[in-house]
């Protein structure tokens, strides 16, 4: 059975595995209209589709045992069709099928956690789902879902260590539902939020003060990512900052914090934004960061400092 959020390429190639089959015999029954995705290392994509036309769609179906119905409502690219399917079948009923990158179906790609995969199928098998990275913990094991779509061979990250990760997961939820509140998209108010502590980030080599992050990312390492420590800053990135993220996402929706941009604009009387603004400070308490308040105020060209602006020029009308 398929499993919610699964990429139809996972689903195949699981249902391979049921059988005792290697993938590539499954493949066979369908007609490819193009060749499998690959890294230009030349290693194939993890994150790699499958879009299949009406026909294929029902040979799949009778390997499953399960209704298309159901299988419509667990795999995101289900009856998703490309030009090239829709035309040059030639009446004849054949299946066909063609590769895509997820990413371009529908959305991030991740790993799913294969504990949960063999709970529910009794197989141990590798799983690719469509999942918000604010969505990327299995609380249940501990497991941070890398994306699939990178060229490297881990599947997740192991963040019982860090239990703040699972909380902001958590604490998600609400601040989603804050989004909506407010009109906007919660996707739109996650992607400013990482793009803020993305940029931190790249600064935080400098940041003799900050402890957090090496701390967490160590952890998710397996203890010491002192060997490889480039590597694991972009393979542990988004786990590790995950916390501050969903917290700067928090403030940037908390009216009583914009009406601390406002005051530090100067409100009726403008002025620069000040190093030891209200609103930084208070964002560097929320994080706790007590000393982070400056180097944010001061980080001009930076998103923060832009969406202040984006504050200050919609109360000024």
């Keep these: 059975m398929p499993l919610a959020g699964e990429t139809t390429a996972s689903l195949i190639a699981r249902v391979a595995a049921g059988y005792g089959l290697e993938n590539r015999a499954l493949l066979s029954a369908w007609r490819w209209l193009n060749h499998r995705p690959r890294h230009d290392s030349g290693t194939l994509r993890a994150d790699a589709e499958v879009l299949l036309d009406a026909p294929g769609r029902r040979v799949l179906a009778g390997m499953c045992g399960a209704e298309q119905e159901v299988l419509g409502r667990a795999l995101p690219s289900w009856g998703r069709e490309d030009a090239k399917l829709a035309t040059g079948g030639g009446g004849s009923g054949e299946p066909r099928a063609m590769w895509r990158v997820g990413g371009a179906v529908a959305g991030p790609v991740a790993f799913g956690c294969r504990l949960c995969a063999a709970r529910r199928t009794g197989a141990a098998v590798t799983v690719v789902r469509y999942v918000p990275r604010w969505g990327r913990v299995c609380v249940r094991h501990g497991r941070w879902g890398l994306d699939a779509d990178a060229d490297q061979r881990l599947e997740y990250l192991d963040v019982r ?157």
């Design 161 to 317: 260590g860090v239990p703040e990760v699972a909380a902001a997961q958590r604490r998600w939820a609400s601040v989603a539902r804050r989004a909506v509140r407010a009109g906007t998209g919660p996707e739109r108010v996650f992607a400013l939020a990482q793009a803020v502590v993305a940029r931190w980030w790249e600064q935080a080599l400098q940041w003799e003060r900050e402890t957090i992050w090496p701390r967490r990312l160590h952890q998710v390492a397996g203890g010491d990512a002192g060997g490889d420590l480039e590597r694991w800053r972009i393979v542990g990135r988004d786990a590790v900052v995950f916390p501050e993220v969903v917290a700067v996402a928090e403030a940037l929706l908390d009216p009583a914090m914009a009406e601390l941009v406002w005051a530090d604009s100067g409100a009726g009387r403008p002025r620069a934004l000040p190093a030891d603004g209200l609103f930084c400070r208070r964002l560097g308490e929320r994080l706790g960061r007590t000393w982070l308040g400056p180097l944010a105020a001061t980080d001009h060209g930076g998103p923060l400092i832009a969406w202040m602006g984006s504050v200050i020029r919609l109360r000024r009308g």
